[in-house]
């Protein structure tokens, strides 16, 4: 008991060290401090790691994400963190790269693979000091969601007592099927809110992506506040386009900002839009000056 209460007391002092921290940083860089602040690199492939490093800084990011363990070194160069990294893909017997959004967890026929290569993606991101890892259900592919969901969890468990161990968060993604990843499973977030009940850990839980959602089911600030305990980490995006998150666009970026900062979230919301501007960082510290409620 008195160890369970002397590590209890060691959690707290550490994110309380990293609240001062970030607290700080958004300080320095002008913004609320009730935002942490993140973006994802695929959307600049023009602009290096190393160049989003520095500017993200300067306009307030503490993170950037969607990283494999390769590019930590330049995160931590720059004192930033990976508020969540890419799995790692493998390939299958029949030449498919299992792991990613098409193929996944919801076959059997992929679980020792998935497990093998994740269980090495796990231990880089608890070595890193690192919290969330994506992963993803797959296509469906003429399989029934009862039995997807079935299986997922299935493999999803044979992961748990790993990441318990290294406080690790596997997150999966829910995508839109209507749009741009049809016949992806996880397209509810209905879907994957049983599936975290199935799995039954506090290490598995999702990503929200707002655009996604937005494109599927609607609702999204209702859904935050009814279901925000099963949301690790939350993306953006404009609706329609995946662009801009100002005026241009449907959603109100503002309102559902406040809404996560009124469940007590604590992470990380990342801006996953591709910039349909010029100056693309331009509009990365405009997106960031919308979320910082």
Not at 39 to 65: D, F, H, N, Q, R
Request: charged share 20%.
């Amino acid at each position: 008991m008195q160890g369970t209460a002397i590590g209890a007391a060691a959690l707290t002092a550490g994110s309380g060290f990293l609240r001062q921290r970030l607290e700080a940083a958004d300080a320095a860089s002008g913004l609320k401090g009730h935002i942490n602040h993140s973006v994802c690199k695929w959307c600049y492939p023009k602009v290096s790691l190393e160049e989003l490093c520095v500017a993200g800084k300067e306009m307030g990011l503490t993170s950037i994400e969607l990283l494999q363990p390769s590019d930590y070194p330049i995160l931590k160069n720059h004192g930033l963190v990976c508020a969540i990294s890419s799995g790692p893909t493998v390939k299958g017997p029949d030449g498919k790269d299992l792991g990613g959004i098409t193929h996944a967890f919801n076959r059997k026929e992929h679980h020792d693979l998935l497990v093998n290569a994740y269980e090495g993606h796990i231990d880089a991101v608890a070595e890193a000091g690192f919290k969330n890892l994506i992963c993803f259900s797959g296509n469906r592919e003429g399989l029934d969601d009862e039995t997807g969901l079935k299986n997922c969890a299935e493999g999803l468990k044979r992961l748990m007592a790993q990441c318990e161990k290294k406080g690790v968060v596997l997150c999966m993604e829910l995508l839109n099927s209507r749009v741009n990843h049809p016949d992806y499973m996880c397209d509810k977030s209905a879907w994957g809110i049983e599936l975290c009940k199935q799995i039954g850990s506090p290490n598995f839980k999702l990503l929200y992506d707002i655009y996604h959602m937005q494109i599927m089911e609607g609702d999204v600030i209702a859904t935050i506040r009814k279901s925000h305990e099963y949301f690790a980490h939350y993306h953006t995006g404009g609706v329609p386009g995946r662009h801009e998150i100002d005026e241009t666009q449907e959603l109100n970026y503002g309102a559902i900002m406040r809404a996560i900062v009124e469940t007590g979230y604590r992470g990380h919301v990342s801006q996953e839009f591709v910039p349909a501007r010029p100056d693309v960082l331009a509009s990365l510290k405009q997106a960031v000056g919308i979320c910082d409620v």
